[in-house]
Every structure is written in structure tokens, then in C-alpha cells.
Nanobody
Framework: QERLVESGGGLVQPGGSLRLSCVVS????????IGWFRQAPGKEREGVACIKNTDGSTYYADSVKGRFTISKDNAKNTVYLQMNSLKPEDTAVYYC????????????????WGQGAQVTVSS
């Protein structure tokens, strides 16, 4: 059974850093693009970053470019989201998700989703 589990969320001050992890099971990272999405209170869920399964190409939303970095370790079945220079507007529940051979920040192609991890940026 396909499963994604996020961890690493928490409370951080503005300007701080966090690293989220997404451990996958039931499928191979070689076959699926992994994306990170977030949903802030009262807002729609949006794509943040994704990493393509075939060549490791990465894509970012404009709002996080230069601050967030997505990476993966196939041997550990884990995808990471390193978040630096965090801002209060980054506060949201962060989800990882898997899409079969498609690299996109749109949500529709993603078949499998994690349960989410809360990130709160506040002083």
C-alpha cells in the first residue's frame, strides 16, 4: 500500500529554518515525482516545490524560490524540504504527495498524499 509520512514540522521564529522529511513506502521514488504542498488557514492548498523522478529536476513556487530546497535520497525512500529564511506567511500545514512520472506544482496529477505536518512561523 502506498504511503507517505511527513515529519519535521514545528514552531520557528521568523528568519529561522526547518527541514521537513517525507518517507514513502509501497512505491519507488524512481517512478514518482514528489511534490510539497501547503495549506494556510482560510486559503487553498498550493504547490510549493517538486522533484522529478527521472532526472531530479526541481521546480519551485515563486514565493519560496531562493529560500526552500527540495531534495531526495532514493536509498532512504525520503524526500526533504529544507526551508530557510522562514516568514510568518509560510505558516501552513505542509503535505507531500506523489505523482506518476509528471513534474508539476498542480495538485490534480498527484495520486497519493501524506497526512500533513504543521509549520508555524511566529515570534
Amino acid at each position: 500500500q502506498e504511503r507517505l509520512v511527513e515529519s519535521g514540522g514545528g514552531l520557528v521564529q521568523p528568519g529561522g529554518s526547518l527541514r521537513l522529511s517525507c518517507v514513502v513506502s509501497g512505491f519507488h521514488l524512481d517512478d514518482y515525482t514528489i511534490g510539497w504542498f501547503r495549506q494556510a488557514p482560510g486559503k487553498e492548498r498550493e504547490g510549493v516545490a517538486c522533484i522529478k523522478n527521472t532526472d531530479g529536476s526541481t521546480y519551485y513556487a515563486d514565493s519560496v524560490k531562493g529560500r526552500f530546497t527540495i531534495s531526495k535520497d532514493n536509498a532512504k525512500n525520503t524526500v526533504y524540504l529544507q526551508m530557510n529564511s522562514l516568514k510568518p506567511e509560510d505558516t501552513a500545514v505542509y503535505y507531500c504527495a506523489a505523482a506518476f512520472f509528471i513534474a508539476t506544482l498542480a495538485q490534480a496529477p498527484y495520486d497519493y498524499w501524506g497526512q500533513g505536518a504543521q509549520v508555524t512561523v511566529s515570534s
